[in-house]
């Protein structure tokens, strides 16, 4: 499913648009236009992230909206109910969040409950593929999952990791925590080109972008561009809700992807 | 079969959850581990510095009004007696030297109390290494002068205001840092916690309290029937216990109980939690429905923390060690009896511990051996409070 989108994208020579938002941030039925928001400014791919107490692999941006939403009582019942009520305005979606809510939840449970509210992916952060097999094989038929490979992975590891992952690869591109960058560093592209040399699969970047510039020497070398703490930062900045949907509609065109 | 297996696994619990930035690190650190294991030069300066520089072995202490008061042999492991005054040094002197076989330069660390801080701090002094301590600012507050210690120490503490303000978040700030600097930097974790190699590398290393406490009882003649120590992460724990697991003595980990389990403010994972992946590994932990991770409470801030070692966790199951919980007026009372009667302040950590004696059955010939895993300098401004 998430592989057909890629192959029509990269049919029509296009790099795709995958944004991430927080559901809950500000509030769930916010967020909630968000998403529907983000489907008609041209998302391909939706990347729903469920807050986590405990987000070791996210930066401040992200923190600060994770702990917006848990304070109002968010619950992973919750983020599947809002995403069932609008599934079908919606690109396909795929759902970022840490190991503890799958596992806590009981893999099968979230894998069942996630597929039902029309989500086609997962992307887990501090699941390794060593640690993987419980959840893949509650999860197979129900959704699939994303790993992702990083500038310190090995050849080795990649190759690995691209054996495992379903659909494409989500290529951290840099060294440390979510969050926007003035410049991604030149290990970025070399990165980003050792992974394309080691798989056939479609890859995504994330981490760090936050500019049209970025967008534009990445392009040609990924199949798609993720944005999350940049595009939070755009919508918060704004005094009301009509003003902070119409930040992330002008984010989305300066972004340019 | 001795655990953990290959990749951590504790049974169920342990294993490396960790994003994919930190694995050929992770795996790196674990091969460099391996290596000192088989390495006599590394175990023999492990063991010299271990002599010179720590001041061990720690007195094995008969506290002869404690074993009045309760009319059994009470002996004290004196780990405050070690250099920086408590075992965190041993496990910050083996992982120093480790570092510096690795060539890393630059040290992190993770504190609650301030005690894995300040041995952070020192091992990275003598061996000349920058550090930097991720501290929660409302653990700041409550043990400044540990902070001033690691200050003058020449590290940097770096205040973290995310979250509870403790040691959880503190550690979450640690790994950050740690995906962030990941090439030059070596995270010195403090605890049996985090994904593998730690809750097995931590553990070997303290591992040498009770292999002293197991000669000593032997020199004097004694066997132990009880061995108790507390529990946060748990290092200081197995630490003592790890000698004695195939033996035949009562092991018992004490968690803090806070305001009282029922209160929900306490720091009690194995008594209360179920398990959960945190900072790198599964374990008990203290958890919402949901998964999402519960604030930890403590008076002593070295046990604030929600989730515990996975080692423990699979003693647990297994039946092997016995987890028990004393709350903070029990350690309170305890830490006092230990001042007023023997002369030794104790940490309010190992009053824990202490405060246990009070829940066991005691006999003329039994003997009880308490963990002191530090001294209560750091806690004078609470208790002066109380």
Known sequence: ???????????????????????????????????????????????????????????????????????????????????????????????????????????????????????????????????????????????????????????????????????????????????????????????????????????????????REQVNELRPLSDGIIVGSSLIKAYTKAKTETDSLKNIEKFIKRLGV | MSLPDKRGHFGIFGGIFAPETLMEAIGELNKAYAKTKKDKGFQKELKELFKSYVGRPTPLFEATYLSRHYGSKILLKREDLAHTGAHKINNCIGQGLLARKMGKKRIIAETGAGQHGVATATAAAFFGMECHVFMGSEDIKRQAPNVQRMRLLGAEVIPVESGSKTLKDAMNEAMRDWVTNVRTTYYMIGSVAGPHPYPMMVRDFQAVIGKETKVQLKKMGLKANNIIACVGGGSNAIGIFYEFIDDKVNLIGVEAAGKGLSSGLHSAPLAT?????????????????????????????????????????????????????????????????????????????SAHALAYLEKIEHKKNKVSVINLSGRGDKDLHILGEK
């Open chain 1, 1 to 211: 499913m998430i592989a057909s989108i890629f192959e029509k994208a990269r049919k029509e020579n296009r790099t795709m648009l995958m944004p991430y938002f927080p559901v809950g941030y500000p509030t769930l039925s916010r967020s909630k236009k968000v998403f529907l928001n983000l489907a008609k400014n041209g998302a391909d791919l939706l990347e729903v992230g469920i807050p986590f107490s405990d987000p070791i692999a996210d930066g401040p941006v992200i923190q600060k909206a994770s702990t917006v939403a848990l304070k109002a009582g968010l619950k992973v019942e919750q983020v599947f109910g809002a995403l069932n009520d609008i599934k079908k305005k919606l690109p396909p979606t795929i759902i970022m969040t840490y190991y503890n809510l799958l596992y806590k939840n009981g893999l099968k449970n979230f894998a069942r409950k996630a597929a039902k509210a029309g989500v086609k992916g997962v992307i887990v952060p501090d699941l390794t593929v060593e640690e993987a097999k419980d959840w893949l094989a509650a999860s197979r038929d129900q959704v699939e999952t994303i790993f992702l490979v990083a500038p310190t992975s090995s050849d080795a590891r990649i190759k690995k990791i691209s054996k495992a992952s379903s659909s494409f690869l989500y290529c951290v591109s840099l060294t440390g925590v979510t969050g926007a960058r003035n410049k991604l560093p030149k290990s970025t592209y070399v990165f980003l080109k050792r992974v394309r040399s080691l798989t056939k699969k479609p890859i995504a970047v994330g981490f760090g972008i936050s500019k």
């Open chain 2, 273 to 349: 939690g179920q398990p959960g992946v945190l900072h790198g590994s599964l374990s008990y932990l203290l958890q919402n429905k949901d998964g999402q991770v519960k604030e930890a409470h403590s008076i002593a801030a070295g046990l604030d923390y929600p989730g515990v070692g996975p080692e423990h966790s699979y003693l647990k199951d297994k039946g092997r060690v016995k987890y028990g919980t004393v709350t903070d007026t029990e350690a309170i009372r305890a830490f006092k009896l230990l001042s007023e009667k023997e002369g030794i302040l104790p940490a309010l950590e």
